[in-house]
């Protein structure tokens, strides 16, 4: 995906799960929004978790088929200078089926647009300056 040299950090998703996903079937754990204080700049900020599980097929071709669970990372990412902010719903689950990042300019500048959609529970919208990943996170896997 080519928008990914436009999200600083990114190469740590990549490194933790060997390849930059869509996000299909990712769960947003939190999401939050702040301003700076009167005196400093002008800036808001958003910050966004999202638990990704990566699967591998078991007994394909056979009635025992299933998908297991390989990895499962926490991906926290930071937007900075948002604007067009536009958010619906959030529940215990917030299942998406894809986070999209797409390069666009606003007042002449270079920004980024994101797009989250929802499958179930929380999803959105927003301009940002920038996008960083903040940290990924490696948990435990549990096998349900």
């Avoid at 009635?63 to 926490?74: F, G």
């Avoid at 270079?110 to 179930?120: G, L, T």
Wanted: charged share 15%; hydrophobic share 45%; aromatic share 10%.
């Amino acid at each position: 995906m080519e928008i990914i040299k436009h999200i600083d950090g990114s190469e740590k998703v990549v490194k933790a799960l060997g390849f930059w996903p869509s996000f299909h079937d990712a769960e947003v754990i939190s999401f939050s929004v702040s301003r700076a204080l009167p005196l400093d700049t002008n800036i808001c900020f958003a910050k966004l978790a999202v638990h990704v599980r990566q699967y591998a097929e078991v007994g394909v071709g056979t009635a025992e088929y299933a998908l297991a669970i390989v990895k499962s990372v926490l991906v926290n990412f930071i937007f900075s200078g948002v604007s067009g902010l536009s958010v619906s719903e959030f529940n215990h689950q917030n299942v998406i089926n894809s986070i999209d990042f797409k390069s666009t300019e606003s007042l002449g500048a270079p920004s980024i647009s994101v797009d989250i959609e929802s499958i179930w529970g929380f999803g959105g919208s927003l301009q940002c300056n920038s996008v960083v990943v903040e940290s990924v996170e490696e948990l435990p896997i549990v096998q349900a």
